[in-house]
Every structure is written in C-alpha cells, then in structure tokens.
C-alpha cells in the first residue's frame, strides 16, 4: 500500500520518542530517582507505532503492564508520562497510577491493565458502543503472548465475533512471559492461529517491520469500520531489556540465550526503519537523526518537567474515588 | 398507590430508565425471554443492540459493559450473585479501581443488577449473598433493597449514578408485593430513592434492629409479635451498603440503647459486622447490651430445606436476640 511521507517519518519520531523515553526511565530508575515496577518496551516499538499509525485520535486502545509505549505510540505526552512515573501531581494520573497505569482519556487511551488480559473485555465494551450508537471509531486491545492464554482473551473474541464489534486484538508477542517461553505454554504454534476459533482474521506479522504492522493494521481497521468485525493481528517480536527494571538482579539463571538476545537485537526495529526510508528516498541519514535528536531533547524537557513537579499533598489521598461522591465510611 | 410485585417494580425502573436516556442498555444471560421476569417486554420495545443476550462469558461480558461505559453508554448487567465470581477481575480490578487509578479520568455508569437465590434449595453453587465481600473493595456502590418501592427507586437512582454500583436483588422478595407510588402523584413524576438515607421501617424505644434485603421482613414480624409482649422496637433499613447512613443507625441506637442487625449474608466479616463495629466505636456509650449480630451461619448453603432452613437469620432468631439484649 502506497503510505505518505508524514506517516512514515511520523511512526520513526514515536519509534525514536518511545526509544529515549525508555532508556531515559532505565537512567533515572537505576539512579534510584523513583522506585516502583517499569517494564521497558525497548525492541518492541515497531509494533505499537506501526499499529497506532492506523488509528486516529477517536479511536481507543488498551494495553498491559508493559504501558509506555502504547501511549506515546497514539500520540500521548511524554512529559505527563513521566511525570507519572515520578508520581508527581503533573502525572497522567496525578501519581495514583505509576507505570504500568497510564491512560490519556483525551485520545482514547482508555489504560493500561497490570492484570494481563483484563483490559482485553474492557477494549471490547468500547467497540460495543460504537456497535449499539452506530459510530465509526475502532478500539484496539494491546496483549503479550502470556495473556493470550487468558480466559479473559478468549471470551473477548468470541464476543466480540459473535456481534461483529469493530475490534482489533493486537498480540505483541515478545516470546516470553517474564521467564517462561512461549512456545511451552501456547498450544499454537502462532498465537494469530487462534483466530479461526473465533471465525476472525488471524495474521502473522513480522513486529519487528512497523510498516509491516501499519498495513496489517490498515487492513484491520478498515474491516472493522465498514462493520465486519474483529481481527487478530500478531505482531512477532522481542524484548531486548529483561521483563522489568531491576529483574535481573533477582531472577535465577539464564532463561534466554545470550545468542537470541544477540540475534534479536540485529533486529532492531529502528534500524529497518531508517533503511527502508533511506534506502527508499523517503529520509536522510541526517533526517532520521535529526528527528532522533529532537526525541532525546523532548524526553529531556519532560524528565525535568517530572522532577520539577510537586508530589501529591495528602490530602489528595481521598480525591479521584467517585464521580459522585460519598461520605467516608 | 399501586401494589407492585418486586419484580415488575425492577422492571418499571429499567423500561422508564431505558425510555429516558438512549445510552441506557442492557446485556446479560437469556434475558430476552426474560427467564427470571425482570426484563420483560424489553426487547419488544427496545430492539436487539439495546437488549443483549450474552455468551456465557462473565469475565468477558462484565468487562464489554464496563468498556462501554467509560465511552458514554450506561449498562445495565443482569446477573446471578454466584456467577460474579467468574468476572470477579472485571468487577475489581477494572470497575472498582480504574477511575481512581487513572486519576478521575475514567467515569463508570455501570450497574451490575445480582439476584440472591437463597432459600428454595438452590444449593451452595447458586445462593450467594455476597454484598459483604464488595463492602471491602473501595469503588463499587452496593444496593440492597427490601421492598418493591426501594427496588425501583434506587434501581432508577443507580442506573443514573455516575460510579460502578452493584444492585443485590434478594430473591427471597421476589413475588413480594408492596405499595409503589404513581409516576403522577410524585414531585418529578418519577420515583428516585436517594443512595446512603436509610429508612426508619418502623420506630421504637426498647431495642434497634437493623435489616439488610430480606431480613427486613423478618424484623418487622419479629417486631410484631415482640410488641404484643410489650417490647418496642425500632427497625432501620440502610438501603444502601456502601455508601452507609451510620448517622441514622447511631442516633436510633442513641435512642434506643439496644442493637441487633439482621443481614442474610454470612456472618464473618458480614454487613452486620461492619454495623457493629461501627457503633462499637463510635456509639459505645449509647449501648446498654452487648450488639448482637443475627446473620447466616458460617456453612454453605445446604441443599435440603430440612438442613437450610436453619442457615439464615428469621423471625425467632432475631426475637431471641432482642430479647438477650433487654436481659442486660
């Protein structure tokens, strides 16, 4: 499919912002300048860029633990994200939400779960209103290759297969659930198979290639505007950090092999990027690092943004509970 | 005034909530038949995309009506007590947390409407009463109504609320009949029970009883037939659980000096444990016996009657606990 040059340049910007912003959070977290879990989505951007590229602002996602890159990847603000994860009042979710919680309501991030799978029903019930209202906008459930086990998963496509809901169940299959490897858990030898359970498109798509990911999210996206339903798409990638900051100071013994991780990272999804705009006249080497460079200052702009905002006072601790609210008990 | 059985009052409130708001909609198990009666007629009136009948997929469908609600639809969920332990991750880990975990971004107009089959040998598997483990989750609001009109009007209440509310429906009271208003001859033409005013069923001197759900009924007959013997009693319904009109509860034991509460729920960590220890703390000095707690026994729901019959609080029981508080 023919994609313009803003969408290409576009996805290289959020690869690059999510890129920074995590190693950025792997800095400061190490300097012991917040505590708390963070999960980096560092080899995995292609997926959640390319993928959000085909939405627009009016449509919703939702994802997991693994939270930073989805919402930069739909447009989201770093510096209230990582004034989030500083927990500061500025923060996304005014520091009651921390990592693995953002959600920017503004364009349709409807929150990241750290319960896996359970945010898939929830992505769901949005395309359930369009279907009931008659409205155009898609919602996108973001899930890894552990919660595709997830009962929550599966009774989320049937449903959503039966009433022909405008969803998009987007696998970012990194291989590993925390230590455990896919391919002993998942009886398929692709989580994209289990498509045809539920009488969906199952595709298979190479996560490391975002315009791989954009097209098959295109082709999603428009199959489900036009009201014929869901599809699953599986995005086949890799995280090249462990599971979460500081894991692997705790963990026992090797669960992936150095030569995986070195193969894995020969793969690193900035790269094909930049080649392919290069390589195709679309951008300069100078061009991409450039935007590169713009990405670093930004995240720059927004660490200070995060260290200059004030914490929560307490009694903020009771604010937030209800839209209507009562008493204490 | 109208005589009302509870179920069509749970009916009238969601035809009349439907009629008044378009995004109002419901979705749960084969409720187009209406096979338990409170979703008669809905479908007729208001078409397939308003009247939603589920796979049985709890965890999935909970979750569809808690999506849809953050997106500006206002859900009703029909459900058992007992299978919402199979969505209990949609109920508390999304519906209870995500607005104040997302900082006041995310607003749940989602009511869960749960019946409570005990009583007619359904055994332990379908005769949960179990709004006191919800009591403990912050987020959720929790109805339990005692009559037809409270049924309706804090069904109407919930259904317009703005927070993640839980409506218990008891089905003990489900052919109860009971007076509920005319639209006409209310202000607003429209019945609305305000969440958190308990109501006073009955007042007293000697003795506070207050009832939860289907032990109302059992108080008020336990109350009559103590006053023949010449024992007022007061009897407090909260209505709603969460939030607690405690200020109604302390000022009629303030009164009265006595506490007994009533509460069909098991009895560890019950409602009526709450009640207690809320006037333990704050009401102490009032009371002139120890409270006492007449709430079901900590076993499971046996299947038949001659075994089940002895689980839940009644009429004897809750006389003979009143009548341990006036031996102090």
């Known amino acids: 499919m023919e994609i313009d040059r803003d969408t290409l340049l576009l996805i290289l910007r959020r690869m690059w912002m999510i890129r920074n912003f995590e190693l950025k959070v792997m800095e400061v977290h190490s300097a012991g300048e917040f505590s708390g879990a963070a999960h980096p989505y560092i080899g995995e951007e292609a997926v959640a860029v390319g993928a959000c590229a085909a939405l627009e602002d009016t449509d919703y996602i939702t994802?997991?633990?693994?939270?930073?890159?989805?919402?930069?990847?739909?447009?989201?603000?770093?510096?209230?994200?990582?004034?989030?994860?500083?927990?500061?009042?500025?923060?996304?979710?005014?520091g009651k939400g921390g990592s693995m919680h953002l959600a920017d309501y503004s364009i349709g991030i409807l929150g990241e779960s750290g319960i896996l799978g359970s945010s898939v029903p929830v992505a769901v019930g949005a395309a359930l209103a369009a279907y009931i209202r008659g409205d155009k906008f898609v919602s996108m459930a973001f899930f890894g290759d552990g919660a595709s086990n997830q009962g929550a998963l599966h009774e989320s496509m049937n449903l959503a297969s039966v009433w022909k809901l405008p969803v998009i169940f987007l696998c970012e299959n990194n291989q590993y659930a925390v230590t455990t490897s896919y391919a002993d858990t998942v009886a398929v030898d692709h989580v994209s198979d289990r498509a045809s359970a539920y009488n969906m498109p199952g595709i298979l798509v190479d996560g490391q290639d975002a315009i791989a990911m954009y097209e098959a999210t295109s082709a999603a996206v428009a199959r489900a505007r036009a009201g014929e339903g869901p599809t699953l798409i599986e995005g086949l990638t890799y995280r090249f950090e462990e599971h979460s900051l500081g894991l692997g100071r705790v963990a026992r013994g090797e669960y992936r092999s150095k030569e995986e991780i070195a193969m894995w990272r020969q793969r690193d999804p900035l790269d094909i990027h930049e080649a392919k705009l290069i390589s195709q006249g679309i951008a300069t080497r100078e061009e991409c690092d450039a935007i590169n460079a713009e990405t670093v200052a930004e995240v720059e702009r927004a660490t200070d943004f995060a260290r200059n905002s004030p914490f929560p006072e307490e009694a903020d601790l009771f604010e937030d509970m209800w839209a209507n609210p009562i008493p204490l008990p | 005034m109208a005589q009302t059985v509870f179920l069509e009052a749970i009916n009238q409130a969601i035809q009349e909530e439907m009629r008044r708001d378009e995004s109002v909609f419901i979705l749960g198990e084969d409720i187009r038949r209406a096979i338990y009666g409170a979703t008669a007629d809905l479908l007729s009136e208001f078409g397939e995309k308003r009247v939603?009948?589920?796979?049985?997929?709890?965890?999935?469908?909970?979750?569809a009506a808690i999506g849809s609600s953050l997106v500006g639809m206002r859900p009703i969920v029909e459900t058992l007590t007992s299978f919402m332990w199979v969505a209990m991750d949609q109920l508390i880990s999304q519906a209870a947390k995500m607005r104040y975990m997302f900082g006041g971004q995310a607003t749940l107009p989602v009511v869960f409407r749960a019946s409570m089959f005990y009583g007619a040998g359904s055994a332990a598997h379908h005769s949960d009463r179990s709004y006191p483990m919800f009591m403990n989750m912050p987020g959720l609001k929790i109805v339990v109504?005692?009559?037809?009109?409270?049924?309706?009007?804090?069904?109407?209440?919930?259904?317009?609320?703005?927070?993640p509310t839980i409506v218990f429906e008891d089905g003990t009271l489900f052919g109860m009949r009971g007076e509920v208003p005319d639209n006409a001859d209310l202000p607003g033409e429209e019945l609305l029970v305000p969440f958190g005013v308990a109501k006073v069923v009955r007042e007293g001197t000697d003795c506070t009883i207050v009832a939860i759900g289907g032990s109302v009924n059992h108080a008020i007959s336990a109350a009559n037939q103590l006053a023949a013997e010449g024992v007022s009693v007061e009897i407090i319904d909260p209505r709603t659980l969460v939030p607690l009109?405690?200020?109604?509860?302390?000022?009629?034991?303030?009164?009265?000096?006595?506490?007994?509460?009533?509460?069909?729920?098991?009895?560890?960590?019950?409602?009526?444990?709450?009640?207690?220890?809320?006037?333990?703390?704050?009401?102490?000095?009032?009371?002139?016996?120890?409270?006492?707690?007449?709430?079901?026994?900590?076993?499971h729901i046996p299947y038949t009657p001659s075994l089940e019959k002895h689980v839940y609080p009644d009429a004897p029981k809750i006389m003979a606990a009143v009548k341990r508080t006036l031996e102090s």
């Open chain 2, 52 to 63: 939603l009948d589920t796979p049985l997929s709890e965890n999935g469908f909970f979750g």
């Open chain 2, 245 to 299: 009109d405690k200020k109604s509860i302390l000022e009629s034991v303030e009164k009265t000096g006595r506490l007994v509460i009533a509460d069909p729920a098991h009895k560890v960590c019950s409602a009526a444990s709450e009640i207690a220890s809320i006037v333990a703390e704050e009401g102490f000095w009032s009371l002139q016996a120890p409270i006492q707690k007449v709430a079901s026994e900590q076993v």
């Open chain 1, 63 to 94: 994802g997991n633990h693994r939270s930073h890159g989805h919402p930069i990847a739909k447009g989201g603000r770093v510096d209230k994200a990582m004034a989030e994860l500083y927990g500061r009042v500025d923060g996304y979710c005014k």
């Open chain 2, 145 to 163: 109504p005692s009559n037809p009109a409270d049924m309706k009007g804090l069904l109407k209440t919930a259904i317009r609320d703005d927070d």
